[in-house]
C-alpha cells in the first residue's frame, strides 16, 4: 500500500547553529512533534521548508528563548554562532577553539635533512585543520643559535637539543604547542643512501623508467634501488664511467639529464637547487665511492591518520627514518609518495597532500627498503542535503525498531562512532521484506518461500531476528554456501582436481562447516595433509597449487589475504614484503611429490588434465629453494611481521622442523597459531561474505596502503573470533544480529564534497546478485530447476547451482555472471559487474525464456486456479491471491496498491478467456518481476 506522509517542518536554530546535530533533532522534535516530522535545517535547505521554518521560529520564538537556555550544555551557552571555513580556527561541529599540536613530538634535523614540521588545530571530536602555512602562526626556540625556522623547515646551525615553541594567534587568544628539536652533524654522502633515495624519488628507477627490466634509452637500474651493488656499476663503472664526470662533477651525464640540461625524455627531475642535486654532486667530487650507510630499520610516518575539517583540503605529512646506528633523519623531501587515489589529489614532494573534493585516501611513503604510510580523511560537506534515506543524525537506540533488539550491539557502537567522526549519517533499517530477503541470500543462497516470509512478518516477538538466525545458521544450505565460498577460494575445479576428486573436496569443506569445526584447525589439516586426494581429500590443496611459488603466492593471499607475488623478482614495491619473505615462505613446499593413479585424460597430450587419484608426499631432500637475489639456497622461514607479541620472535627464522614432524605441518602451526594477520583475514572474509565488500577492500590485499576502512571493527571481529574459538557460525550469529547488517541500502550521492557511506557500513552495499543464487532463484520463482553440469563424468549433474562442487562444463548463464573458473586465488575473478551480456540473458536468454513458456512451470498451477476461481470455486486462489503469491516469491514482498492494481488490469480481461490467454499475461508478469531491479539486487 502506498504510504502517506505528514507534512515536514523544518526549524532553524541560529542561536545553537554550534550544537551538535542530535541536540538539534531533540530540540526540534520535542518543539514541533504535535505538528509533524521535523529535521534540522543545518541538513535540508529546501526553500519551502526554510520558510516554514522561519514562520514557525517566529510564532515560538519566546517559548524557544525561555526553553533553550536550560537544556543548553552548560560550556556553550551563550556561545556566538559560527560557520567554519578554511581561514578560522573553529575545528569540528561546536568548538570555539582548538588545540595546538606538533607532530612529529620530537623533530630530527641536520644540515642535510631539515626538520619539516605539520602544525595541526584539533577540535576535540579529533577532526583538525593544517595551520602550517598560516601567517597566525609563529615559531620560537629555547635556543635560537641551535635552528632557525624557514620555509616550513628547521634549518641546522649547530649541534644540541632544544624545545621549540609554536604559536597561534586567535581572535580569543594565542594557543601555544611544544616540541623537541634534535640538531645533529650529518655523516658524508653515502651512494647507497643519498644517490638511491633521490633516484627513487624522482621516480628514475621505476618500472615505468629506468627500473624496467630492459631499461630505458640503454640505462638500466634495479626496480626501486632494490640493488645498489647492481646501480652503483651501472651509474658509475659500465662504459668507461660514462655517466659521471670525476674531473667535472657538474658535467655529470646523471646530472644534466636530471636536471634538463640536456634534452632527457624522462624531463626535468630535480633543480639544481635542490638538496637531492647537492647530494650527488658532492658524491661525485668525493670520488664515486661505492660507500655505504647505516641501513633503515624502521619508517615512521607522521600522523599516522588525520581527519580534515569539511571545506578545508590541504594536509601535510612527516616521513621520518631510524638508521641502524641509532640516527633519526626526517626524510620527508628524500621519500617517494603516492597516493592511493589516481586522481583528485595532488601530492607535493615536501609532503603537502592538497585534495580536490572530499576522499578517504592513504599516501604510501617509500624510502629505500623502508615502507610506510599514513590515512588521511578529508570530511564531507555536511552541510548539504543529505542522500534520501539517511536517518539524519540519528544513533543506534534513538529509532529502534519495535521488534529488534540489537541496536546496543558492539558492532554497531563502533560504526556509530566512526561515522559520527565522518560527519556520516547512518541509513534507516531496511524494512522487513528486504531484511528477510537479504538474510536468506545472504546465508544460504536462496530467496525465502512466501510462506517463510510471511511467518516472519507475521512475528511480533523481540527474539524473531535471533530465531531466524539461528535457523538458518543450522540449515544444510549454510553448509553448501561456505564450502562453495572455499571452494573458491583453494581453486577446486574439476581439470585437475577430476571430477570425483573435486566432489570429494567440496564435500570434505561442507562437513567441515556443518560441524562448526574450528576454522584454526581444518585450515590447519589443509595445507599440511598427505596421502590419496581420494582417502584424505584436504590433500587435493596441493593437486592445484602444484608449483612451490605457486603454493606459497596462493597461501598467503588465500590465508593471510596478502599479495607477495610481486616479491618473486624483486621486493614489493608497495608493501614491507622482500625477496627473502617469498623464498623462505616458498622453500616449505619444494620437497612435494605427486604420483598419479589411473590417469586416462581424452587427450593424451593435454597434461594440465589429471582425471584419476593422485597420491602427494614428501621426498627425503632438505627443504630449500634457489633465492636469486642472495644467489643461494635458502631454507623454509615464515613472513615476519605476522604474529601477535605473545609469540616467540624466532617463529620468523628459518623453521626446521622436529623429526616428529614434516615441514608442512610446520607450516599449518606457523600460519594458524597466533597469527594475527591469520585472525584479521579470516575476520575480514567472513564480513565480505554477509557485505559483499570488506573492511579491508578488496578482502586479499591487505597492505599498509591499503588500511581497514574502520580498524577498530576489523580488531573487534578478530577478537571475537579468537574468543569464540575460531567457530564460523558463532562469528556469523554476531554479525547477523546487528542492526549494521539490517540497515538499508541507499543510493550513493554523486556529489564529490560528500563522503560515501558504504565503505564504513553506515548503509547496507547495493550490489548485484552473485551467479549461483540469482540462476537458483530464477529456478525457485519459476519452478524449473536447471540441470548443472560438472566435471567429465556423467553422473555429475546437479540442480543447485550453490550445491555444484565444481565449474559447469561449458561457459553458460554462470559463466556470463561472474562464477569464477577457479584458475586464480583472487577475489577478483568472481566478477560483480554488470554487463550487456547479462541484459541480454534476463531480457531474452534461453535459461529465462525457457523457464517462463516451460509448459509445467508454477505458471500452470496458477492458470487452473484461475480458471477455477472464474467458475466460482471459492477455495481456488483470485487473481489478488497469485499476483500477491508471485510478488512473495521474487521480492519478498507484497505487491503495492498501485502494482496490484496494474496487474489486476492486465490479468482481469483474460479471467474468463481460454488458458492460453491468461498464461501470457501471468508470463509478462512473471518476466517483469525477474527482469526487476529489485530481483537482481541484493539490498
Same mark, same amino acid.
Given at each position: 500500500?502506498e504510504?502517506?506522509?505528514?507534512?515536514?517542518?523544518?526549524?532553524?536554530?541560529?542561536?545553537?547553529?554550534?550544537v551538535?546535530n542530535r541536540?538539534?533533532?531533540r530540540l526540534?522534535?520535542?518543539?514541533?512533534?504535535?505538528?509533524g516530522?521535523?529535521?534540522?535545517l543545518?541538513? &535540508?535547505?529546501?526553500?519551502?521548508?526554510?520558510?516554514?521554518?522561519?514562520?514557525?521560529?517566529l510564532?515560538?520564538?519566546?517559548?524557544?528563548?525561555l526553553?533553550?537556555?536550560? %537544556?543548553?550544555?552548560s560550556d556553550?551557552?551563550?556561545?556566538?554562532?559560527s560557520?567554519?571555513?578554511p581561514s578560522?580556527?573553529?575545528?569540528?561541529r561546536?568548538?570555539?577553539?582548538?588545540?595546538?599540536?606538533?607532530?612529529?613530538? *620530537?623533530?630530527?634535523?641536520?644540515e642535510?635533512?631539515?626538520?619539516?614540521? #605539520?602544525?595541526?588545530?584539533?577540535?576535540?571530536?579529533?577532526?583538525a585543520? !593544517?595551520?602550517?602555512?598560516?601567517?597566525q602562526l609563529t615559531?620560537?626556540?629555547?635556543?635560537p643559535?641551535?635552528?632557525?625556522?624557514?620555509?616550513?623547515r628547521w634549518i /641546522?646551525?649547530?649541534?644540541g637539543?632544544t624545545q621549540?615553541?609554536?604559536?597561534?594567534?586567535?581572535p580569543s587568544g594565542s594557543i601555544?604547542?611544544?616540541?623537541t628539536l634534535?640538531?645533529?652533524?650529518?655523516?658524508?654522502?653515502?651512494?647507497d643512501?643519498?644517490?638511491?633515495?633521490t633516484?627513487t $624519488?624522482s621516480?628514475?628507477?621505476?618500472?615505468t623508467? &629506468?627500473?624496467?627490466?630492459h631499461? @630505458?634509452?640503454?640505462?638500466r637500474l634495479s626496480l626501486?634501488?632494490?640493488?645498489?651493488i647492481? !646501480?652503483y656499476?651501472?651509474?658509475?663503472?659500465?662504459?668507461?664511467? $660514462?655517466?659521471?664526470?670525476a674531473?667535472?662533477?657538474?658535467?655529470?651525464?646523471i646530472?644534466?639529464k636530471?636536471?634538463?640540461a640536456?634534452?632527457h625524455?624522462?624531463?626535468?627531475?630535480?633543480?639544481?637547487?635542490?638538496?637531492?642535486?647537492?647530494?650527488?654532486l #658532492?658524491?661525485?667530487?668525493?670520488?664515486?665511492?661505492q660507500?655505504?650507510? +647505516?641501513?633503515?630499520?624502521?619508517?615512521?610516518?607522521f600522523p599516522?591518520s588525520q581527519r580534515?575539517v569539511?571545506?578545508n583540503?590541504l594536509a601535510?605529512?612527516?616521513?621520518?627514518?631510524?638508521?641502524a646506528?641509532?640516527?633519526v633523519r626526517?626524510?620527508?623531501?628524500?621519500s617517494?609518495?603516492?597516493?592511493?587515489?589516481?586522481s583528485?589529489?595532488?601530492?607535493?614532494?615536501?609532503?603537502?597532500i592538497?585534495a580536490?573534493h572530499?576522499?578517504d585516501l592513504? *599516501?604510501?611513503?617509500?624510502?629505500?627498503?623502508?615502507?610506510s604510510?599514513s590515512r588521511?580523511?578529508?570530511l564531507?560537506?555536511?552541510?548539504?542535503?543529505?542522500?534520501?534515506?539517511?536517518?539524519?543524525?540519528?544513533?543506534?537506540?534513538e529509532?529502534d525498531?519495535p521488534?529488534?533488539?540489537?541496536?546496543?550491539?558492539p558492532?554497531d557502537?563502533?560504526i556509530?562512532?566512526?561515522s559520527?567522526?565522518?560527519?556520516?549519517?547512518?541509513?534507516d533499517?531496511?524494512?522487513?521484506?528486504?531484511?528477510?530477503?537479504?538474510?536468506?541470500?545472504?546465508t544460504?543462497?536462496r530467496?525465502?518461500?512466501?510462506?517463510?516470509?510471511?511467518?516472519?512478518?507475521?512475528?511480533?516477538?523481540?527474539?524473531?531476528n535471533d530465531?531466524w538466525?539461528?535457523?538458518?545458521?543450522a540449515?544444510?544450505?549454510?553448509d553448501?554456501?561456505?564450502a562453495m565460498?572455499w571452494?573458491?577460494?583453494?581453486?577446486?575445479?574439476?581439470?585437475v582436481?577430476?571430477?570425483?576428486g573435486?566432489?570429494l573436496?567440496h564435500e570434505?569443506?561442507?562437513?567441515?562447516?556443518?560441524?562448526?569445526?574450528p576454522?584454526?584447525?581444518?585450515?590447519?589439516?589443509?595445507v599440511?595433509s598427505?596421502?590419496?586426494?581420494?582417502?584424505?581429500?584436504p590433500?587435493?590443496?596441493y593437486?592445484?597449487?602444484?608449483?612451490?611459488e605457486?603454493a606459497?603466492?596462493?597461501s598467503?593471499?588465500v590465508?593471510l589475504?596478502?599479495?607477495?607475488?610481486?616479491?618473486?623478482c &624483486?621486493n614489493?614495491?608497495f608493501d614491507r614484503?622482500?625477496q627473502?619473505?617469498y623464498y623462505?615462505?616458498?622453500?616449505h613446499?619444494?620437497t612435494?611429490?605427486r604420483?598419479?593413479i589411473?590417469?586416462?585424460? @581424452?587427450?593424451?597430450l593435454?597434461k594440465?588434465v589429471?582425471?584419476g587419484?593422485?597420491?602427494?608426499?614428501?621426498?627425503?631432500k632438505?627443504?630449500q629453494?634457489?633465492?636469486?637475489?642472495?644467489? @643461494?639456497?635458502?631454507?623454509?622461514?615464515?613472513?615476519?611481521?605476522v604474529?601477535t607479541?605473545t609469540?616467540?620472535a624466532?617463529?620468523?627464522q628459518?623453521?626446521e622442523?622436529p623429526?616428529?614432524?614434516?615441514?608442512?605441518?610446520d607450516f599449518a602451526s606457523?600460519?594458524?597459531?597466533?597469527?594475527?594477520?591469520?585472525?584479521?583475514?579470516?575476520?575480514?572474509r567472513?564480513?565480505?561474505q554477509?557485505?559483499? $565488500?570488506?573492511? =579491508?577492500?578488496? +578482502?586479499?590485499?591487505?597492505?599498509?596502503?591499503?588500511?581497514?576502512?574502520?580498524?577498530?571493527?576489523l580488531?573487534?571481529?578478530?577478537?571475537?573470533?579468537?574468543?569464540?574459538?575460531?567457530?564460523?557460525?558463532?562469528?556469523s550469529?554476531? *554479525?547477523?544480529?546487528?542492526?549494521?547488517f539490517a540497515?538499508?541500502?541507499?543510493?550513493?550521492s554523486?556529489?564529490?564534497?560528500?563522503?560515501p557511506?558504504?565503505?564504513?557500513? /553506515?548503509s547496507y552495499p547495493?550490489?548485484?546478485?552473485a551467479a549461483?543464487?540469482?540462476?537458483?532463484?530464477?529456478?525457485?520463482?519459476?519452478?524449473?530447476?536447471?540441470?548443472l553440469?560438472?566435471?567429465?563424468?556423467?553422473?555429475?549433474?546437479v540442480?543447485?547451482?550453490?550445491?555444484?562442487?565444481?565449474?559447469?562444463k561449458?561457459?553458460g548463464?554462470?559463466?556470463?555472471?561472474g562464477?569464477?573458473? $577457479?584458475?586464480?586465488v583472487?577475489?577478483c575473478?568472481?566478477?560483480?559487474?554488470?554487463?550487456l551480456?547479462?541484459s541480454l540473458?534476463?531480457t531474452?536468454?534461453v535459461?529465462?525464456?525457457?523457464?517462463?513458456?516451460?509448459?509445467?512451470?508454477?505458471l500452470?498451477?496458477?492458470?487452473?486456479?484461475?480458471q477455477l476461481?472464474?467458475?466460482g470455486?471459492?477455495?481456488?486462489?483470485?487473481?489478488?491471491?497469485?499476483?500477491?503469491e508471485?510478488?512473495l516469491?521474487?521480492?519478498?514482498?507484497?505487491?503495492s496498491?498501485?502494482?496490484l492494481?496494474?496487474s489486476?488490469? #492486465?490479468?482481469?480481461?483474460? #479471467?474468463?478467456?481460454?488458458r492460453a490467454?491468461?498464461?501470457? =499475461?501471468?508470463?509478462?508478469?512473471l518476466?517483469?518481476l525477474l527482469?526487476? @531491479?529489485e530481483f537482481? %539486487?541484493?539490498?
Amino acid at each position: 500500500m502506498e504510504s502517506t506522509t505528514r507534512p515536514v517542518f523544518t526549524l532553524h536554530l541560529p542561536t545553537v547553529s554550534f550544537v551538535d546535530n542530535r541536540l538539534c533533532n531533540r530540540l526540534c522534535n520535542r518543539l514541533c512533534s504535535r505538528f509533524g516530522r521535523t529535521a534540522c535545517l543545518n541538513s &535540508h535547505r529546501s526553500a519551502p521548508r526554510f520558510f516554514l521554518g522561519l514562520l514557525l521560529k517566529l510564532l515560538l520564538k519566546l517559548l524557544l528563548a525561555l526553553w533553550l537556555v536550560p %537544556m543548553a550544555p552548560s560550556d556553550v551557552r551563550g556561545a556566538t554562532p559560527s560557520v567554519i571555513t578554511p581561514s578560522e580556527t573553529s575545528v569540528g561541529r561546536g568548538e570555539q577553539a582548538g588545540s595546538l599540536k606538533i607532530l612529529p613530538e *620530537i623533530l630530527h634535523t641536520s644540515e642535510r635533512y631539515p626538520a619539516q614540521v #605539520a602544525v595541526l588545530l584539533v577540535g576535540s571530536d579529533g577532526a583538525a585543520i !593544517d595551520v602550517t602555512g598560516q601567517t597566525q602562526l609563529t615559531w620560537e626556540a629555547q635556543e635560537p643559535e641551535l635552528a632557525r625556522f624557514e620555509a616550513g623547515r628547521w634549518i /641546522a646551525l649547530k649541534t644540541g637539543t632544544t624545545q621549540i615553541t609554536a604559536r597561534y594567534e586567535q581572535p580569543s587568544g594565542s594557543i601555544a604547542a611544544q616540541a623537541t628539536l634534535h640538531v645533529a652533524a650529518d655523516s658524508p654522502v653515502a651512494f647507497d643512501r643519498e644517490v638511491i633515495s633521490t633516484l627513487t $624519488r624522482s621516480g628514475c628507477n621505476l618500472g615505468t623508467c &629506468h627500473g624496467n627490466l630492459h631499461g @630505458k634509452g640503454g640505462f638500466r637500474l634495479s626496480l626501486r634501488g632494490d640493488d645498489p651493488i647492481f !646501480d652503483y656499476y651501472r651509474l658509475a663503472v659500465e662504459f668507461g664511467q $660514462r655517466r659521471i664526470d670525476a674531473f667535472d662533477p657538474s658535467k655529470s651525464l646523471i646530472l644534466t639529464k636530471a636536471t634538463a640540461a640536456q634534452a632527457h625524455q624522462g624531463g626535468k627531475r630535480f633543480s639544481e637547487d635542490s638538496s637531492h642535486y647537492r647530494a650527488i654532486l #658532492a658524491w661525485i667530487d668525493q670520488g664515486a665511492m661505492q660507500s655505504s650507510a +647505516p641501513s633503515v630499520t624502521s619508517l615512521e610516518v607522521f600522523p599516522a591518520s588525520q581527519r580534515i575539517v569539511q571545506g578545508n583540503r590541504l594536509a601535510r605529512i612527516i616521513v621520518q627514518a631510524r638508521f641502524a646506528d641509532g640516527a633519526v633523519r626526517d626524510v620527508t623531501s628524500w621519500s617517494r609518495l603516492e597516493p592511493s587515489l589516481p586522481s583528485g589529489v595532488e601530492v607535493r614532494g615536501d609532503g603537502t597532500i592538497e585534495a580536490e573534493h572530499a576522499m578517504d585516501l592513504s *599516501i604510501g611513503a617509500t624510502y629505500l627498503d623502508g615502507r610506510s604510510a599514513s590515512r588521511i580523511v578529508f570530511l564531507g560537506d555536511s552541510t548539504l542535503n543529505q542522500v534520501s534515506g539517511l536517518a539524519q543524525g540519528s544513533l543506534p537506540g534513538e529509532t529502534d525498531h519495535p521488534y529488534d533488539h540489537s541496536y546496543n550491539h558492539p558492532y554497531d557502537r563502533t560504526i556509530a562512532e566512526q561515522s559520527e567522526q565522518l560527519q556520516i549519517s547512518l541509513a534507516d533499517r531496511a524494512d522487513d521484506g528486504m531484511f528477510i530477503r537479504r538474510l536468506f541470500l545472504a546465508t544460504v543462497g536462496r530467496l525465502p518461500s512466501p510462506e517463510e516470509t510471511l511467518e516472519y512478518l507475521a512475528d511480533r516477538s523481540p527474539m524473531r531476528n535471533d530465531r531466524w538466525i539461528d535457523q538458518l545458521l543450522a540449515d544444510p544450505g549454510f553448509d553448501y554456501a561456505w564450502a562453495m565460498r572455499w571452494s573458491d577460494l583453494v581453486r577446486n575445479e574439476d581439470k585437475v582436481m577430476s571430477s570425483r576428486g573435486a566432489s570429494l573436496l567440496h564435500e570434505w569443506l561442507r562437513e567441515q562447516i556443518a560441524s562448526d569445526r574450528p576454522l584454526q584447525e581444518w585450515i590447519g589439516e589443509l595445507v599440511s595433509s598427505l596421502g590419496s586426494t581420494y582417502e584424505n581429500p584436504p590433500a587435493s590443496f596441493y593437486r592445484t597449487h602444484r608449483d612451490a611459488e605457486v603454493a606459497a603466492e596462493s597461501s598467503a593471499q588465500v590465508f593471510l589475504g596478502v599479495r607477495i607475488a610481486c616479491a618473486k623478482c &624483486h621486493n614489493h614495491p608497495f608493501d614491507r614484503w622482500k625477496q627473502d619473505d617469498y623464498y623462505g615462505l616458498a622453500a616449505h613446499f619444494t620437497t612435494l611429490e605427486r604420483k598419479q593413479i589411473d590417469n586416462k585424460p @581424452k587427450d593424451a597430450l593435454d597434461k594440465h588434465v589429471i582425471t584419476g587419484d593422485e597420491v602427494i608426499s614428501l621426498n627425503d631432500k632438505k627443504p630449500q629453494i634457489k633465492h636469486p637475489g642472495r644467489s @643461494k639456497m635458502v631454507g623454509p622461514s615464515g613472513l615476519g611481521s605476522v604474529h601477535t607479541q605473545t609469540r616467540d620472535a624466532s617463529a620468523t627464522q628459518e623453521l626446521e622442523p622436529p623429526p616428529s614432524r614434516t615441514v608442512l605441518q610446520d607450516f599449518a602451526s606457523w600460519l594458524t597459531l597466533d597469527n594475527r594477520q591469520f585472525d584479521a583475514n579470516l575476520a575480514n572474509r567472513i564480513w565480505y561474505q554477509y557485505f559483499g $565488500r570488506g573492511i =579491508v577492500e578488496p +578482502p586479499d590485499d591487505f597492505r599498509e596502503s591499503n588500511p581497514p576502512s574502520n580498524p577498530e571493527l576489523l580488531e573487534q571481529l578478530a577478537t571475537d573470533m579468537r574468543a569464540e574459538g575460531y567457530s564460523l557460525k558463532r562469528l556469523s550469529r554476531n *554479525i547477523l544480529a546487528s542492526s549494521t547488517f539490517a540497515r538499508a541500502s541507499i543510493a550513493e550521492s554523486s556529489d564529490e564534497n560528500l563522503l560515501p557511506t558504504t565503505p564504513y557500513f /553506515a548503509s547496507y552495499p547495493l550490489r548485484r546478485l552473485a551467479a549461483e543464487p540469482l540462476i537458483d532463484a530464477i529456478s525457485e520463482v519459476t519452478g524449473v530447476p536447471s540441470p548443472l553440469r560438472t566435471g567429465d563424468e556423467d553422473n555429475s549433474t546437479v540442480y543447485s547451482a550453490m550445491r555444484m562442487p565444481g565449474i559447469p562444463k561449458k561457459p553458460g548463464f554462470l559463466t556470463t555472471f561472474g562464477k569464477p573458473n $577457479r584458475l586464480l586465488v583472487c577475489e577478483c575473478e568472481r566478477s560483480s559487474q554488470i554487463s550487456l551480456g547479462q541484459s541480454l540473458a534476463m531480457t531474452n536468454g534461453v535459461e529465462i525464456r525457457d523457464k517462463i513458456a516451460a509448459p509445467s512451470n508454477r505458471l500452470d498451477g496458477y492458470v487452473q486456479q484461475l480458471q477455477l476461481h472464474a467458475k466460482g470455486d471459492s477455495s481456488a486462489m483470485s487473481p489478488e491471491q497469485v499476483i500477491e503469491e508471485m510478488f512473495l516469491r521474487a521480492l519478498s514482498r507484497k505487491p503495492s496498491q498501485r502494482e496490484l492494481r496494474s496487474s489486476l488490469d #492486465a490479468l482481469e480481461p483474460t #479471467a474468463d478467456s481460454d488458458r492460453a490467454a491468461v498464461r501470457v =499475461v501471468l508470463e509478462d508478469l512473471l518476466w517483469a518481476l525477474l527482469n526487476s @531491479k529489485e530481483f537482481m %539486487m541484493l539490498r
